[in-house]
């Protein structure tokens, strides 16, 4: 069998399939309409994800990444400057930035230099506003930020970091 | 995205529900199609398109205006459906394994099927989810590679060996089934 052959065959099977069930969703929009919260969304500006465990996890990975950084800024990735945004990560092999920032595509990460930091630098017209991102290490490991001053939990358990441009005085980027 | 679809999820975002009806009404088959491919169970699968229309309004605002809404809600019924596989081999095995024949119980619908199709069918049933799922998600579901490898969070690479893979397992079920090519 021919491979276009087969997809269409794939396509065509699961299309009947569905459609010789159609009628368990005849009335779908009502039922999930009827289920629906009362009150209209809220807007999170808020991380959903447990406050404590994400601050406990940032100030232990800012403590180990400080004896990384540590001595090494003056000569490795300009990590203190607000338009780099930093990840230490020695054992990866990649590290990408993906996230609202690069339209949600790949962008590689300069890197690593001798201490296993990853840098990238943000764009100088970046116009300010609210930008969820994250680093997508060795293709597959999503990784939030621990330097962000915010997280968001998605809706398929993933953690977006936050970065609020422009960045108040005193903030990571 | 065509604009009156934009302005029916910008009017959900400010929490109309018939907006989001509609929206319900324009996508169910499809999101009802991935489910029951990847899930294979009626019943399931129309359990698995409800709660994902119902978590997608949920979430709206962490959908971004600027993407295919499609690719966004088949990611969530898919996530979905995986979550369904995994409780169920973790919980019940016995009611997994037989998944397979639950959805061959209704007799008017396998009439609606041609032979080739049902065949196709039987032959999707035996490949196992990590297989199915991209399969259904690339072929019926329209979806790249890299939203599948997105969604699936696996390697783009990884999701195109799967896809292969499964290609050429159902090639040889088919095979000994007798199935031919029309050509």
């Not at chain 2, 999707?124 to 699936?152: C, F, H, N, T, W």
Request: glycine share 6%; with cysteine; aromatic share 10%.
């Amino acid at each position: 069998m021919h491979e276009h052959e087969l997809e269409q065959l794939i396509k065509e099977t699961v299309a009947q399939h569905a459609a010789a069930y159609q009628d368990r969703i005849t009335d779908l929009e009502y039922r999930v309409v009827d289920a629906l919260p009362d009150r209209p969304m809220v807007v999170e500006q808020q991380p959903v994800w447990p406050m404590r465990l994400a601050l406990a996890t940032a100030a232990i990975l800012l403590f180990l990444g400080g004896f990384w950084l540590g001595g090494t800024l003056s000569d490795g990735p300009p990590c203190a400057d607000p338009y780099v945004l930093c990840l230490v990560y020695p054992n990866a092999k990649s590290v990408s930035l993906v996230g609202q920032l690069t339209q949600w595509e790949r962008h590689p990460m300069n890197g690593p230099d001798r201490n296993g930091i990853w840098w990238i630098r943000l764009p100088r017209d970046l116009e300010p506003g609210r930008y969820e991102y994250g680093f997508m290490v060795d293709e597959y490991h999503w990784v939030h930020d621990p330097r962000a001053r915010e997280f968001v939990h998605t809706f398929d358990n993933k953690i977006n970091s936050v970065l609020i441009w422009p960045p108040s005085q005193g903030d990571a980027p | 995205m065509g604009g009156d679809e934009l302005e029916l999820i910008r009017r959900s975002l400010d929490g109309d529900k018939d907006a989001w009806g509609e929206i319900v009404k324009r996508y169910k088959v499809s999101v009802f199609g991935i489910a029951l491919g990847i899930l294979g169970n009626p019943a399931d699968a129309e359990d698995a398109a409800q709660d994902a229309f119902i978590r997608a309004y949920q979430g709206l605002h962490t959908f971004h205006l600027d993407k295919r809404f499609s690719t966004w809600i088949f990611a969530i019924t898919a996530n979905l459906c995986k979550n369904k596989l995994r409780r169920d081999r973790l919980f019940a095995p016995l009611k997994y394994v037989t998944r397979a024949t639950k959805s061959h119980h209704n007799p008017e619908a396998r009439l609606i099927e041609d032979e080739r199709a049902q065949m196709m069918r039987e032959a999707l049933d035996q490949l196992s989810p990590k297989y199915r799922m991209p399969l259904v998600l690339r072929y019926y579901g329209d979806l790249e590679y890299k939203d599948i490898a997105e969604m699936m969070r696996l390697p783009e690479g990884t999701i195109k060996t799967r896809i292969h893979r499964a290609k050429s397992e159902l090639k040889k079920i088919l095979e000994k089934k007798g199935v031919t090519s029309h050509a």
